[in-house]
């Protein structure tokens, strides 16, 4: 049994619960028809032989002749017998009369060539006082094989519609396990290609098939996503370690090879300093994706001054540009909230150094924090290059840039996916808007008091 397939395993159990139902109602329904049959025969008999009892002291006749009367009553023969047991009236059939045997007042059951009878006696007494015994019969073979005919054509009915619903039951499980055949023929495919790009694609539905095997689309499109994008961002890093690596190395063998002086090398071992500093930053930044990706990154919710805390990150990014981006500040002191310092000081220097890094030479940067109820709002704007409309949604992404020609400046494409992470495990919402030669404007909204999220 555990060889065949489900959709056979299910449809021979049906079938065989079926069939001891269907048999068992055919062999009551039987015996019930069979006991009727019987119980109205023998009624008719005794009935009618009773009858005929009563009515013999009632015929007036001389003595010496029998009472006339039918002796084929309601399908019963009729046959008069004298104390003697010798048949004197009426008509037996088949000679039966010959070796007939009857007791008075009892139903008998008799064969007689190969047909079965009822016999029922009852004693009466003629206009003079004679005893006379009334004996009826009545054949039931021919009713027993009605029955026997409609219980076989009954029989062949219920073989035939456990047949048909064998047939029909294994024939709808087959459409209605389709999908299963489907998802496994997909998942055995995509695990002997490994191409996640393979669907089961069953179309419309609302059974419980047509749901599992859309939600089976779903998860591969959620799986094939993550897995492009776990191959991009591998791609993305080794790129990006890649060049730094290569400017080292080549600085390195100038120096050993080339260097004829003191200011050679210098400026050689300077260059290896920004790039060794990029690379630092570039697995830094790693290092903390990793962990966001993991949720292994433990934020510590305490009381902080936010207004203080940007005031510091902006006197930091001024310092570290030059000084012909100008900076504009309209910050709200004493703005508290209750959050993870380093995240937000973290968030305040990627949005503020990525307006500084596509903003325009002499151009300016605002940063504006204020508090609204139980909000505090910050905005970042600069007139810069600015972002094309279609190219908005992908800022979130990893390695994301949309000018890549400033990548000298030390921009990776990582700030603005980790600063979406930290606004949201604030329980915070983050928006922008942009246009092309005008600038770019982010507005991050954060509870002053979210609730705790790792």
């Known amino acids: 049994m555990k060889k065949l397939s489900v959709k056979l395993r299910i449809t021979l159990w049906y079938v065989m619960i079926l069939s001891i139902l269907l048999i068992g109602l055919l062999i009551a329904v039987t015996s019930i028809n069979y006991s009727l049959l019987t119980a109205e025969s023998k009624h008719k008999v005794e009935q009618t032989v009773t009858d005929i009892a009563r009515m013999l002291p009632m015929?007036?006749?001389?003595?010496?002749?029998?009472?006339?009367?039918?002796?084929?009553?309601?399908?019963?023969?009729?046959?008069?017998?004298?104390?003697?047991?010798?048949?004197?009236?009426g008509f037996m059939p088949y000679e039966f009369a010959a070796q007939i045997v009857f007791k008075p007042d009892e139903m008998l059951e008799s064969t007689y060539n190969n047909e079965n009878f009822l016999i029922y006696a009852k004693n009466a007494h003629s206009y003079e006082g004679a005893e006379i015994t009334v004996v009826g019969i009545q054949s039931i073979t021919e009713k027993r094989n009605l029955l026997d005919n409609i219980h076989k054509v009954l029989t062949g009915f219920v073989f035939i519609i456990l047949l048909m619903i064998a047939v029909g039951g294994y024939f709808i499980l087959c459409r209605a396990l389709r999908p299963i055949d489907k998802i496994t023929k997909t998942a055995q495919s995509i695990s002997n290609s490994n191409h996640l790009s393979q669907r089961i694609m069953l179309g419309k539905g609302n059974d419980e098939m047509y749901r599992l095997a859309n939600a089976f689309d779903t998860m591969l499109d959620k799986i094939e996503a993550s897995f492009q994008k776990e191959k991009q961002f591998t791609s993305?890093?080794?790129?990006?370690?890649?060049?730094?690596?290569?400017?080292?190395?080549?600085?390195?063998?100038?120096?050993?090879?080339?260097?004829?002086?003191?200011?050679?090398?210098?400026?050689?071992?300077?260059?290896?300093?920004?790039?060794?500093?990029?690379?630092?930053?570039?697995?830094?930044?790693?290092?903390?994706?990793?962990?966001?990706?993991?949720e292994n990154l433990k934020i510590n919710f305490e009381e902080v001054d936010v207004s203080e805390l940007l005031h510091f990150v902006c006197d930091e990014q001024e310092d570290i540009h030059d000084g012909s981006t100008r900076l504009h500040r309209n910050i709200s002191p004493?703005?508290?909230?209750?959050?993870?310092?380093?995240?937000?000081?973290?968030?305040?220097?990627?949005?503020?150094?990525?307006?500084y890094t596509y903003g325009t030479q002499n151009g300016n940067v605002w940063v504006s924090l204020q508090q609204d109820n139980n909000d505090m709002i910050l905005r970042v704007k600069d007139d810069g290059i600015g972002i094309a409309e279609e190219e908005l949604p992908k800022i979130w992404e990893r390695f994301y840039r949309v000018d890549k020609s400033r990548a000298k400046s030390g921009n990776m494409g990582l700030g603005l996916s980790i600063v979406k992470w930290i606004v949201e495990h604030h329980n915070g919402t983050i928006s922008i808007t942009s246009e092309l030669g005008s600038g770019t404007e982010i507005t991050v909204k954060i509870p002053v008091s979210p609730a705790c999220s790792d």
Not at 63 to 83: N, T
Not at 334 to 355: E, G, P, T
Request: proline letters at 3%; hydrophobic letters at 40%.
């Open 59 to 89: 015929e007036r006749k001389p003595s010496h002749q029998m009472p006339k009367f039918e002796f084929f009553e309601r399908g019963v023969h009729i046959a008069l017998f004298d104390r003697h047991k010798k048949m004197i009236g």
């Open 334 to 355: 004493n703005i508290m909230a209750k959050s993870d310092q380093m995240l937000l000081a973290r968030m305040f220097v990627n949005l503020i150094s990525n307006a």
């Open 236 to 294: 993305d890093a080794s790129h990006e370690l890649r060049t730094p690596v290569a400017v080292i190395h080549s600085e390195c063998e100038y120096v050993l090879e080339c260097a004829t002086s003191f200011s050679d090398a210098k400026e050689s071992v300077l260059s290896i300093k920004r790039q060794s500093d990029k690379m630092s930053k570039l697995i830094s930044e790693l290092l903390i994706i990793s962990r966001m990706d993991r």
